[in-house]
């Protein structure tokens, strides 16, 4: 998914999907923007959804409604 401020990678399947990583802009960072890439990135895919990132990268997905299951995955059901 790319838009004019940034871009996420993920995959899909008939389960669910992972998010491997969401980027927005130097200039548009703290703006909401990250969070409206992932709410549109949620979606397009269908089921559960895990997240690999970073302990620090976490508490972003956190703040957008995900649960931290383990240092590096978090789920939405």
């Known amino acids: 998914l790319l838009t004019n401020f940034g871009g996420a990678l993920a995959f899909t399947s008939a389960y669910g999907g992972i998010i491997n990583g969401i980027a927005v ?38 703040k957008n409604g995900f649960i931290k299951c383990d240092t590096a995955v978090i789920v939405r059901g």
Do not use: N, P, Q
């Open 25 to 62: 802009k130097k200039d548009y960072r703290g703006h909401g923007f990250g969070g409206k890439l992932l709410k549109d990135l949620c979606r397009l895919i269908d089921g559960e959804i895990f997240v690999c990132t970073s302990e620090k990268g976490a508490d972003f997905y956190i």
